[in-house]
Each structure stands twice: as structure tokens, then as C-alpha cells.
């Protein structure tokens, strides 16, 4: 077999008070690592609070960075069409096509002077594998990422897509141990810092755990603040 896949779900769970540990949505993901040392992620995303978001989004990345090379995202935001988008990456340029229910259609074209380190569309188990970007020869530690696009600035990723530059910080906590519902894990700890100004409005707290391995697959994270979220890997499967 010249391919690898990991397929997995991820539990969206709350921790405010009143909806402690009540289940708030869902996420099916598939990783499949390709001859060429292209791994592309298939999510597809459900979240029930109101107004509820469906995501579907497929995307392409290289294996050892996770630097985006093209991807497409399709939302459903209370039961209606909200929009879809391709974005393509080189090495000077970020191109998007897309439409949505609010603006129509849409061209972006935009010069880089660098390439883009990671293409956030919002799948949960995308947030582990943005963690390739932190080099871990340097030990525990913090890096902050100067460009990086966002297919919605919206927390939930319920607006768009259309592309949205930003910046902000990935802190190297350390390697543990943890046990989550697919089972028991050697971890690496992660956490998103520095978000202040970076969004129409500040992210809180975020800590990220993924596998101590070259598949960085997301085992648990949790958001703080006013958001209160969840998220646990419930269901693993690996193949090749």
C-alpha cells in the first residue's frame, strides 16, 4: 500500500455549568498520507447549537509542516447554504474562489512574500495538525506564526469562506501521558496564544493535545473563557 489513512470522530462536549459534559456537536475526519509526502484531511464537521453549522472540507498539506496546498470548504449555517470556497497556495501568491449567501461571488488574489504556514478551516482535528509547525527541537517553548489564513474569523467558522489573514502564538507545553475515550496515548501539549487583536473578537484560552508521533492526530483540546468547549477523540482507526 502506497498510502496511509487514519480515520477518527471527535466528540464536541460543553463545560459551562448547566450543559456540563452535554454533547454539542460531532466531527468525522480522515487523514490520508499520499506517495508524494502529501497528507490531505477530509472533515466533516456538525455543531447543534443554534444557529447549527455543517462543514465539509477537504484539504491538502505537506506532511512534515502541515503548509497548505489547496482546499475546499462547503457551509450549511441553520439549515441553509452559507457558501463554499477553493483556496490554492504557492509560494508568492494565495488565490480563493468562492461564493457565499451574503456577498455572491468572490475573487481574492493575494501576494505573499512568504509562504503561508497553515490554512485554518476550522475542523478540530485541524488544530492538532497545525502544531507541525512548531519545531520541536527547541524544546518547550513559544513561535509565533506570522501568516496564517483563516477561511472564516468567526469562532464557529459559520461565515464565508473568503480568506482572512492573521497572526498569533503556538506554545510547546510539554509531553505527557493522557487517556481519552479512543483510548491511551503518549501526548504532546499544545497551546494557542497571542490572539489579542488578531479577531473581530479575542479567542480565549486554547490547549491542544495530539499523538507524540509524526501524525500529530488530535486526542483532546479544550477552549476556556466564555466559550467553554470540549473535544475528544471517541473513535480511532489506522490503516497502512
Same mark, same amino acid.
Request: charged share 25%.
Given at each position: 500500500?502506497?498510502?496511509?489513512?487514519?480515520?477518527?470522530?471527535?466528540?464536541?462536549?460543553?463545560?459551562?455549568?448547566?450543559?456540563? /459534559? &452535554?454533547?454539542?456537536?460531532?466531527? +468525522?475526519? %480522515?487523514?490520508?498520507?499520499?506517495? /508524494?509526502?502529501?497528507?490531505?484531511?477530509?472533515?466533516?464537521?456538525?455543531?447543534? /447549537?443554534?444557529?447549527?453549522?455543517?462543514?465539509?472540507?477537504?484539504?491538502?498539506? /505537506?506532511?512534515?509542516?502541515?503548509?497548505?496546498?489547496?482546499?475546499? *470548504?462547503?457551509?450549511?449555517?441553520?439549515?441553509?447554504?452559507?457558501?463554499?470556497?477553493?483556496?490554492?497556495?504557492?509560494?508568492? &501568491?494565495? =488565490?480563493?474562489?468562492?461564493?457565499?449567501?451574503?456577498?455572491?461571488? $468572490?475573487?481574492?488574489? $493575494?501576494?505573499?512574500?512568504?509562504?503561508?504556514?497553515?490554512?485554518?478551516?476550522?475542523?478540530?482535528?485541524?488544530?492538532?495538525? @497545525?502544531?507541525?509547525?512548531?519545531?520541536?527541537?527547541?524544546?518547550?517553548?513559544?513561535?509565533?506564526?506570522?501568516?496564517?489564513?483563516?477561511? %472564516?474569523?468567526?469562532?464557529?467558522?459559520?461565515?464565508?469562506?473568503?480568506?482572512?489573514?492573521?497572526?498569533?502564538?503556538?506554545?510547546? !507545553?510539554?509531553?505527557?501521558?493522557?487517556?481519552?475515550?479512543?483510548? =491511551?496515548?503518549?501526548?504532546?501539549?499544545?497551546? *494557542?496564544?497571542?490572539?489579542?487583536? &488578531?479577531?473581530?473578537?479575542?479567542?480565549?484560552?486554547?490547549?491542544?493535545?495530539?499523538?507524540?508521533? =509524526?501524525? +500529530?492526530?488530535?486526542?483532546?483540546?479544550?477552549?476556556?473563557?466564555?466559550? &467553554?468547549?470540549?473535544? =475528544? @477523540? !471517541?473513535?480511532?482507526?489506522?490503516?497502512?
Amino acid at each position: 500500500m502506497a498510502y496511509r489513512t487514519i480515520r477518527g470522530k471527535i466528540l464536541y462536549t460543553s463545560k459551562k455549568p448547566e450543559r456540563l /459534559d &452535554q454533547e454539542r456537536g460531532r466531527e +468525522y475526519f %480522515s487523514i490520508t498520507r499520499q506517495a /508524494d509526502a502529501t497528507d490531505v484531511m477530509h472533515a466533516h464537521c456538525e455543531i447543534d /447549537d443554534a444557529p447549527m453549522v455543517v462543514r465539509d472540507v477537504v484539504a491538502a498539506m /505537506d506532511h512534515v509542516t502541515a503548509a497548505p496546498i489547496d482546499c475546499h *470548504v462547503r457551509l450549511t449555517v441553520g439549515d441553509k447554504f452559507e457558501g463554499s470556497g477553493w483556496f490554492r497556495f504557492s509560494a508568492g &501568491q494565495v =488565490e480563493a474562489e468562492t461564493y457565499n449567501r451574503r456577498d455572491g461571488r $468572490i475573487r481574492q488574489c $493575494i501576494d505573499i512574500d512568504k509562504p503561508v504556514q497553515w490554512m485554518q478551516c476550522h475542523p478540530i482535528v485541524g488544530d492538532a495538525l @497545525l502544531m507541525k509547525a512548531y519545531d520541536l527541537s527547541a524544546g518547550p517553548g513559544k513561535r509565533f506564526l506570522d501568516n496564517v489564513m483563516l477561511s %472564516s474569523p468567526d469562532h464557529r467558522g459559520a461565515t464565508g469562506p473568503m480568506l482572512f489573514q492573521l497572526g498569533f502564538g503556538i506554545r510547546y !507545553v510539554g509531553d505527557e501521558r493522557i487517556t481519552v475515550q479512543a483510548g =491511551e496515548f503518549e501526548a504532546r501539549h499544545f497551546q *494557542v496564544v497571542d490572539t489579542a487583536g &488578531q479577531l473581530p473578537e479575542e479567542h480565549p484560552p486554547y490547549d491542544v493535545w495530539c499523538t507524540a508521533d =509524526e501524525d +500529530y492526530i488530535l486526542l483532546r483540546a479544550g477552549v476556556g473563557g466564555y466559550m &467553554q468547549t470540549h473535544y =475528544e @477523540l !471517541v473513535e480511532l482507526d489506522i490503516q497502512g
